[in-house]
Every structure is written in structure tokens, then in C-alpha cells.
């Protein structure tokens, strides 16, 4: 695909920040329901807390925070038995929240949501088995639509749009099984065609 197609789709994904590997501190003999959990802890460089998660028997069990340099708090997890488990939700700093997805045995699942630091949603989509699937929409801050895609076990797969601020259609094209394929057809403001593009066999070409 050409850089410049590869700007019209270019597709957002979701990045919540995970803690890192390289623990600096250790503190245990924390208490709660008859179980008892160690916190590991990482630091910045100038000392500020980085991210901290509780830990039991060697595994992730519960609460994980990620923090910015502010002390802020920047993601939130939560692990059963070293899995992924619950609501997972990143934040803007100011705290405004900035996406959440759910997890199940350590899969993503269900709605998943990306907002605007305006608390606007930016994007929502849907896991099933762990994979997208289905309709995805990402949102101009305004409100209206600016992409839709359709995905089939984790791949691109149907009809794709983008849509300028003002609603008219600025891209369509298709996709099958993650591979773009027929024409993309790319519109000006005024809704004429200003350039189509061939696919086939992976490789795009200019047409028009």
C-alpha cells in the first residue's frame, strides 16, 4: 500500500500502557481478605512513582497502576492468577479518561471505547474470542463519523470509509481477510473523485 493510502487508513489502535519489567523496590506483608500480597513498585529516574502491582504466589494478582511523572494516574489493570481480568481503563493527564476495554482469562472482550481529552468518544469496537470483530467507528471530536471498518476474526475484512468533518465521504474502499483489494476510490469536498487506486495481489496502484 503507498504511504499516502496508508494515511487514509490509517487505522487506531488502542494503546493502554503496561507497566515495566525492571523493579526497583519491593514491598510486602500487605493484608486483605485473609491473603497475603506483595507490591512491587518502579520508579522514575528523578524518584516519582512509575507504576506498581500487586503480586501473590509469583503471580499478577489484582490491582496494577501506572503512573506519569506528576504522580498522576495514567492506566489501571487488574490480574487474576497473572491474566488480565476486568476493566482495564487509560487516562489523559488532568485524569480525563482516555479508552477502556475488557478483559476475560487474560483475552480482550466485549466493547471497547477511545475518548477525546473533551470526554468526547473518539472510537468503539467489540472483541469476541479475543479478536475484533465487526463494525468499528472512530469519530471526528464533533461527533460525526470519521471511519468505518468491518473486521472478521481479527482482520480487516468488508467495506471501509473515511469521512471528512463535514460528513461528506473522503475514502471507500474494501478489504478481504486483512489485504485491500478491487478499487479505493478518493474524494474531494466537493464529492468528485479525485484518485482511484487498483489492488491486487497486495500491491496498489494509481489508476487515475
Same mark, same amino acid.
Given at each position: ?15 493502554? &500502557? ?19 500480597? @506483595?507490591? #512491587? ?11 506498581? @502491582? ?11 497502576? @501506572? ?14 492468577? $497473572? ?45 469476541? &474470542?479475543? #479478536? ?5 467507528? $472512530? ?25 471528512? &468533518? ?17 478499487? @479505493?476510490?478518493?474524494?474531494?469536498? $466537493? ?9 491486487? $495481489? ?7
Amino acid at each position: 500500500m503507498s504511504r499516502r493510502l496508508s494515511f487514509y487508513f490509517n487505522i487506531l489502535l488502542l494503546n493502554i &500502557e503496561a507497566s515495566g519489567e525492571k523493579w526497583q523496590r519491593y514491598l510486602s506483608g500487605i493484608q486483605r481478605g485473609g491473603r497475603r500480597y @506483595t507490591i #512491587k513498585k518502579e520508579y522514575y529516574a528523578g524518584g516519582t512513582l512509575k507504576s506498581e @502491582t500487586e503480586w501473590k504466589n509469583n503471580e499478577k494478582e489484582g490491582k496494577a497502576l @501506572t503512573f506519569y511523572e506528576s504522580g498522576e494516574v495514567k492506566s489501571e489493570w487488574y490480574y487474576q492468577k $497473572d491474566r488480565l481480568e476486568g476493566l482495564a481503563r487509560g487516562y489523559y493527564p488532568g485524569g480525563a479518561l482516555r479508552n477502556e476495554r475488557q478483559y476475560l482469562q487474560g483475552r480482550p472482550a466485549g466493547k471497547a471505547r477511545e475518548y477525546y481529552e473533551s470526554g468526547k468518544l473518539k472510537s468503539e469496537w467489540e472483541y469476541v &474470542e479475543g #479478536k475484533r470483530e465487526g463494525e468499528i467507528k $472512530d469519530y471526528h471530536e464533533s461527533g460525526r463519523v470519521k471511519t468505518v471498518w468491518n473486521y472478521k476474526r481479527g482482520k480487516l475484512h468488508g467495506p471501509a470509509k473515511e469521512y471528512y &468533518e463535514n460528513g461528506v465521504l473522503r475514502v471507500e474502499g474494501e478489504f478481504q481477510e486483512g489485504k485491500q483489494i478491487g478499487e @479505493t476510490l478518493v474524494y474531494g469536498e $466537493d464529492g468528485k473523485i479525485q484518485e482511484v487506486w487498483s489492488h491486487c $495481489d497486495g500491491k496498489s496502484e494509481r489508476v487515475r
